[in-house]
């Protein structure tokens, strides 16, 4: 009796911690709640190693994920697996075997909020051995250095680094890729990386191979706005909560964590910042942004006053390098034919839209692929164990995108 009313007390308990109210129409909410019980637990074990001092918390998640998640570059039939350096930053590779044509190139930048992940992660390597094989691409997954150790513009540097030496007369040689059909990808804020390098790339007349194509998928873009419709509607929606977001800018920017209740109260972007421009306004502008059917009954936070010297503390908040949605028309309008990925129930699906009319206003060709099902980082999670329905099918409609138009 006594071992039967632990057990149900522990099950509750359990079913306690898994449970959590779900917004109707996200695809198999049972798999998100699971994955977000996982990510929470390891979320609080890296808080209490923390508060003991034992490790940042950052660290001790980065532990789990690499004890968990991160697998060795094992060889397969079709492709070539293994680590190697582009630009000196490190990268693993994978390369079809055989054929005598030139391949398509692709380069991509895994998501992780500029602080976890790695292209050597189980979700990743499977990513990029799939496009390899299905577009005859050779795909490199580049391991840019990550906060809190690198800061902005640390992650910049490293990716547009390695996107030099992937676009190098060298490299395409090496391996075979035609220097016509080279495109730049990215998750999250690997999108963010993606869509930054492209940007500068497109306007440096000193390099003669270009990318032929950019794919973000739900990329982050900007961080003067943590209210739009879409940080609103799912703030508290797994796996990317809205305090998280901020948390994450935090670290990239390297700036204090206690400024957190600050952004999100938009203290930052007030209407009293000298700093801030109306035309820079506009950029961000989401009441003229985005599509009637995206705003539903949100209303714009905007403060008159706010918390004054923040810009200027973080200027970073401004830097076209930092917030790619941010970037002028004409320089939007040299970046190459775009495909950007967005899902319904996400913090970021907002920034991703803003960025799609503001390339279209910039005469840039852009798919737009909404899924209105999607929640944030589904495309990882495509693969066993949790063979995410919705993964499943943006992947497939990505690669499917890339083989068409790359
Ligand atoms: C935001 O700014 C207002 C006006 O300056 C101030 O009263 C408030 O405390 C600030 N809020 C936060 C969270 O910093």
New binding site residues.
Partial sequence: MRLFLAGSVLLSAAAYYVYLPLPSGVCEPWKLMLLDALFRSFMHASDVAHALGVTHRVHLVNQIVSLAEVIEAYPCPAVHVFDSTLGGVSTRVFQPKGGKKLKRGVLYFHGGGWTHGSGRMRSYDHMCRRMAEDLDAVVMSVDYRLAPEAVFPEQYHDALAASRAFLSAQVLEHYSIDPERVCVSGDSAGGNLAAAVVQEMTSDDSLTVKFKAQALIYPVMQALDFNTPSYQQNQAVPILYRPAMVNFWLLYLGADSSLE??LL?N?HS?LDQPAISARTRSKFDWTTLLPDIRKKQFQPVI?E???LGVVDELPALMDVRAAPLLAELEVLGRTPKAYVMTCEFDVLRDDGLMYVRRLQEAGVTVTSDHYEDGFHGCMAFAFLPMLSSVGQRSLDNYINWLDQNL
């Fill in positions: 209740t600050l109260a203290n007030s403060r006053t706010g918390s």
